[in-house]
């Protein structure tokens, strides 16, 4: 098992990484006057039986809500708060977050507010919420007219990311989070890049020791990125490769065909061949990402889809800047650029 501090200033928590790691919640179990565990349908038919042994006896209740970004809304929160009131949790109480990121941002909103903020563990089981949720404390939840309206900055007291949970995860899953991976060695890391590159074979086919790898990285580089940000302006945006066309890819298709990492993998691969248009990435580099993505079998496709709508949906992006759109667009190894675009210079 390793540990990996994450220093954000104001708050440091370890993040635990490693293989059959359950066993470790109990520890954490008497720090708490309460606990309430949230997790989904899914995960409470696979991991509602090896919980209940790791905790030795020791009393967690449960909220189990609907899997699916569905049940991110106002009601669940009311819900969980309701239960946890009455089932008599104080300030001491704390919350443990089993599921996806669809779980911990639930989670660690009721933490942040439930009498103005208890703690909370989370335990991320997919690689999505391995790689990114777990570091920069975003918690959130969607209203009507959008995702992650409400929502507060909350970092957990600890996170334990155990990869033999990602056995069970549907391969479609894995393969989304995989891109948020990719994301990190190209805004950032060459070698990370190449060690992907160089794995993927052992990564696809969850080979622990690689997995536990890139999870490691996947948070450093990102926990590097979010504590710098205070200091370097902006530097966090670069975290927002793939995602300019991505978030617009996800709203036009109502969030239903594509999941999160998906829509980033289209993302990224079209903003890499749109900063070839605009002249701005090396064509030996270009050339190396394209193959790399072509080798990843994923269907990168957007002429499918209305080009103006989806233009549309970018220029309400509130990075803008008078009327261009953002991107971050890879120049080089390791390196990218912020730019911003007239809706001219992106159509494709
Ligand atoms: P994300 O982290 O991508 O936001 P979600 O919370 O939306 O993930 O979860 C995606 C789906 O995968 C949900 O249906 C959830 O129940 C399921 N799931 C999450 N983790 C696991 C796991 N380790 N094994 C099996 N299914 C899982
Ligand atoms: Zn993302």
Known sequence: MEKLQIDLGEKIYPIYIGSGLLGSLREYLDTADQWVMITDENLDDLYGEPL???FAGKTVYKVVIIPGEESKNIDTVTEIIDYMHEIGCTRQSKLLAFGGGVVGDIAGFCASIYMRGIGYIQVPTTLLAQVDSSVGGKTGINITQGKNIMGTFYQPQGVISDVALLRTLPKREFISGLGEVVKYGIIYDYAFFQYIRAHKEKILSLEQSSIAY?????CEIKARIVAQDEKENGLRKILNFGHTIGHALESITNYEKYTHGEAVWIGMYNEILLAQRAGLIKQE?????????????????LPGYDT?????KMSKDKKNLQGKISFILPVDRGSVVEKHLTREEIRW
């Open 52 to 54: 209940r042994q790791a």
């Open 214 to 218: 890139i999870i490691r990285r996947c």
């Open 285 to 301: 580099y270009f050339q190396e990402l394209q193959d790399f993505f072509i080798d990843m079998g994923i269907h990168y496709d």
């Open 308 to 312: 103006e709508a989806l233009l549309d």
